[in-house]
């Protein structure tokens, strides 16, 4: 395993993009930032650049939607990986039809592999309703099973919620 895993987990605009990057900055390590998600339209595209505004300077950036295996193994001891998000790269496979337990398996073994510190973000779905629609409860029920894995793999997971981390599990480093 890596030197330090951190798993943040929070709802929709909880803060817990801000808490990683915060972890990742006090950290003392070279940064690196694994963005997943796909800019598929111009709402997407805002969110991105407020995104990198937030993050400011002094990062290296990757921008992967599916493959994060190559990444995650170039990284090395002197730096710390944030990797935002876990939500948006499973949301890619889904939608892609790929095969989701290959895909994870793959992920978790790359996490479990790599040298860097990672600080994984994540969002908790399964505290609302039962959606109404099949897709929906499929996406809700693989990102519950995910974050259960990722949570499994962490040295530490930390609950983020309006802002507040609430650390479930290990100690931050």
């Keep these: 395993m890596s030197a330090q ?9 909880s803060g817990k993009s801000s808490y990683a990057e915060h972890i990742c900055l006090t950290s003392g390590k070279d940064r690196v930032y694994l963005a997943t998600s796909q800019i598929l339209d111009h709402e997407m595209r805002v969110k991105v650049d407020k995104h990198v505004v937030q993050r400011g300077n002094g990062w290296t ?24 998000c876990a ?25 479990a592999s790599c040298k860097a510190d990672l600080v994984v973000v994540s ?23 995910f974050n259960i894995a990722l949570a499994a793999q962490a040295n530490c997971v930390v609950q983020v919620i309006a802002g507040l981390p609430m650390v479930l599990k290990g100690q931050l480093s």
């Excluded at 895993?5 to 605009?13: C, D, E």
């Excluded at 989701?100 to 996490?111: F, G, H, K, V």
């Excluded at 908790?124 to 109404?132: M, N, S």
């Excluded at 929906?136 to 693989?142: G, I, L, Q, T, Y």
């Design 123 to 145: 969002n908790e779905v399964g505290l609302g309703i039962v959606p109404d629609n099949a897709l929906s409860r499929k996406f809700r029920e693989a990102q519950g099973r």
């Design 87 to 111: 939500t948006m790269w499973l949301t890619n496979h889904l939608l892609a039809e790929n095969n989701l337990d290959t895909e994870q398996r793959n992920l978790l073994a790359s996490i």
């Design 61 to 84: 950036t990757y921008e992967e939607s599916f493959d994060l295996s190559p990444i995650l193994n170039s990284l090395n001891t002197s730096q710390i990986c944030l990797l935002d």
């Design 5 to 13: 895993v951190t798993f943040i987990l929070g709802g929709a605009a």
